[in-house]
């Protein structure tokens, strides 16, 4: 592969050897997310660029003559020009016109730096134009590349330099005729010393002071350019654990997955500890379902649960597990708060709230109402990961199947929300505002629940 091509990958990215890639969706999005910095990146360094170069055209005129001012004006308008070209590709290092692009930057700052002035003809040699120690100028547009987030860029940028200054000091050096006179004079001024002699020597182009310049800038581009590597990446890591948490969050409420990303072992030990628990079933559905095809009572259930999840997780509960037609919540868990059952009532109530404004939309299109089941304990339950590698954060204990209990006694007590005395009692100690959360409810008394040796005292809620 020649040099040209070789150079062509490192800016437009397919050399081997190049960024960490990251494979699927998750790849796709830290690209997409580290494309976004890139162009924001580059917004920013065209507009540093700009401003950068407007101090220099208002300062040319101020310490320099007309025709000094004129000639280098005329340059800051052709960068000026250059980087609105760069602006409209808007994306850093991805072809041969915008490498085109990079190396009119740097021809047009060589030009400035190594030839002189038409526009005022000096009396020295072509040389001394080197001795202006202009070289730093080329730092600016290293600093622009770091801001596009693209090492490819940076590194570009170095070698291109590299390449045009070393070029330009080797054709001054070839085609430059010396001043015998000007060569004369040094000598006669400065020959009790070799070394003065030869640094202002007017003939030459300072070939040592070339070489530590090339090096210099070869190896702050280097550091430049991993730099700006090694914030890729990060950048790159980030969009993909942002990428995994964002997936997480759509499997577990999100108080499970803070806890997740808070911590790096599994959800603390196994424990017990008291949590509000809700079961949530459609009424008659297994009738519902048959009656309809596959994709309607598919699309019922999403439509469902993405209404008892919105509530769910409003009233800082977590989303234990969908059971088809059903779903089962806690409040409390991952760890205990001061309103859990408060949050529970209020929850299901939402709940009951949100399927009437569903029935109403469903009323309106000629579709049949949909009646539900919500079933509320609080008591201790054990709370712990289980599984090996892929592992889920489980409720279980008495409470739990209590819970469900209480939900089937929906049915035959005519009420869409049944609560142990439990539930209630405790929510009623947790509120703070003088209202009553248990409002609406009845005490249905004493019921026997299947299962349980005693009966339990049950609230409802029609």
Not at 448 to 460: A, D, K, S, V
Request: hydrophobic fraction near 50%.
């Amino acid at each position: 592969m020649n040099f040209r091509r070789r150079l062509d990958n490192v800016l437009s990215g397919t050399s081997p050897g190049g960024d960490v890639r990251l494979e699927g969706s998750a790849g796709r999005f830290a690209e997409a997310a580290l494309e976004q910095h890139r162009r924001e990146g580059m917004e920013l360094a065209f507009r540093a660029r700009w401003v950068a170069l407007a101090v220099f055209a208002v300062m040319l005129p101020a310490i320099s003559s007309l025709s000094t001012a004129l000639y280098y004006e005329g340059l800051v308008v052709l960068l000026a020009i250059v980087g609105w070209l760069q602006r409209r590709m808007a994306r850093a290092g991805r072809s041969r016109l915008e490498l085109l692009l990079v190396f009119a930057d740097i021809l047009l700052m060589t030009a400035a730096i190594a030839v002189p002035n038409p526009l005022q003809p000096l009396d020295w040699p072509a040389p001394m134009q080197f001795h202006l120690e202009a070289f730093v100028f080329f730092f600016f547009f290293l600093a622009f590349g770091t801001l596009a987030y693209s090492w490819r860029t940076v590194l570009g940028i170095g070698i291109l330099t590299v390449l045009t200054w070393t070029v330009a000091v080797v054709l001054t050096w070839l085609t430059s005729t010396p001043d015998a006179e000007l060569a004369a004079a040094a000598k006669a001024a400065f020959g009790h010393s070799q070394a003065l002699l030869d640094y202002l020597n007017p003939n030459s182009v300072l070939p040592w002071v070339r070489t530590q310049e090339i090096v210099a800038f070869l190896v702050v581009a280097w550091i430049l350019s991993t730099t700006v590597r090694r914030f890729s990446r990060l950048l790159m890591q980030q969009a993909r654990l942002e990428r995994e948490r964002t997936n997480l969050a759509r499997y577990f409420s999100p108080n499970v997955v803070e806890d997740l990303s808070r911590n790096d072992e599994p959800l603390k030990s196994i424990r017990t500890q008291d949590v509000a628990v809700m079961f949530v079933d459609i009424v008659g559905f297994t009738g519902f379902a048959a009656e309809r095809s596959a994709t309607e009572v598919i699309q019922t259930l999403r439509a469902f649960h993405a209404r008892m999840e919105a509530e769910i997780f409003r009233h800082r509960g977590t989303l234990d597990k969908f059971l088809g037609d059903g779903l089962m919540a806690t409040f409390g868990t991952p760890t205990a708060g001061e309103t859990d059952a408060r949050d529970a009532l209020s929850c299901a109530l939402g709940m009951t709230e949100a399927i009437e404004a569903w029935n109403a939309e469903r009323e309106l299109e000629g579709e049949e109402p949909i009646r539900v089941g919500i079933g509320l304990h609080y008591g201790s339950a054990v709370l712990g990961d289980i599984g090996e590698n892929r592992l889920e954060f489980a409720v279980i204990g008495d409470t739990v199947n209590l819970a469900s209990r209480v939900e089937g006694l929906t049915r035959q007590l005519g009420v869409r929300i049944a609560a142990t005395d439990a539930a209630v009692a405790r929510a009623r100690e947790e509120s703070v505002d003088g209202k009553d959360p248990a409002a609406g409810f009845a005490n249905l008394g004493a019921q026997p629940i299947r299962g349980i040796e005693r009966e339990l005292e049950i609230w409802g809620h029609r």
